[in-house]
């Protein structure tokens, strides 16, 4: 049964890609950056207002919605980069300007979308970050607030920021701490190290070594839906007994806006430098992308379905006209 309600979670946006995968009753969330592979106050935005369509969707049918979503998974259309973070140009422009208020409220928009995502909205859902490749500073902070961390043995995830005397505020601190540890997560923060995925998987920070990618990834969803009912009552036991306070992250962005508005002009020009390194693997990364993109048909439609122009398709039009570039048009999946 098609509603709107549920057409709107997927609507076309500027940095994201949204999918519905109906066989594991899973939305797809992939960041699709324009400029470079880092969370713009534009992908937040849209990031929020996904999360804010799904609560809405669930909200309408008082919590049995027509079309089950069970799983919310966060991953990359950029080729073996997850999501390097916050966008260090703009930090560097609103510090040199002195701009409080535009840093606080970038920071506010990053707990806000974290703490959404570790609270599984407040819904009957797990979240999943599927990394492929690196996640740097604020992008180790949203894998972080998933449930479940699934990563390709390439993966590589860690914080940076101490490099140019700022720390990662947006999430690093609380939810580190609370998977392993004050000690750790000073660490992890302090050292500035880039850890492996397999590294992360014997902290117990990667649930999941991912050696065949998005299979791996269903059959985690597949094997957790035998149990759903079990696990949901784990997670929710788990926010009881280290519940993640929204204030403490509040708290925390406060402290990072003042700490960035104190950080000197040559820590500016380190943070320059990584934004140039991330402009410059990003655009050679882009390269590649048309065989990354094909992935996006992976998910097989079942009809019927709304295309990309909102028109309603009943069957399959590449059975019958034969053409390559019927294909392409196939661009969400909601039945």
Known sequence: MINN???EIFKERKELSIRYDKNHEAVWCYFNPQK???????????IYDVQNKIIKYFEKYKMEPPIPIKYFVLASQVPEIFNFGGD??????????????????????????????AMGMNLPITTIAFVEGSALGGGFECALSSHVIIAKEEARMGFPEIKFNLFPGMGAYSLLAREGGVKMA?????SGK???AKELFSKGVVEKIAKNGIEDVENYMKKHSKVFNGMQGIQRAKRCYQPIDYKELLDIIKIWVETALKITESDIKIMQRFVKAQEQKHQ??????????????????SFPFIDSKGNL???????????????????????
Do not use: G
């Open 36 to 46: 470079r592979a880092c969370f713009s106050m534009t992908m937040l935005k849209e």
């Open 88 to 117: 260090l140009d703009l930090f560097s422009w609103l510090i040199k300007k002195r701009d409080k208020e535009m840093l606080f409220e970038y920071a506010k928009l990053c707990i806000d979308t974290v703490y959404l995502n």
């Open 194 to 196: 880039i850890y492996t």
């Open 313 to 335: 398709v009943l069957e399959d039009r590449r059975k019958r006209e034969r053409r390559a570039s019927i294909s392409n048009t196939y661009k969400k999946i909601a039945s």
């Open 284 to 301: 050679f990364k882009m390269r590649i992308r048309t065989k990354q993109d094909r992935r996006m048909n992976l998910f097989k439609p």
């Open 186 to 190: 000073e660490e992890m923060i302090k």
């Open 5 to 7: 309600n549920f057409l």
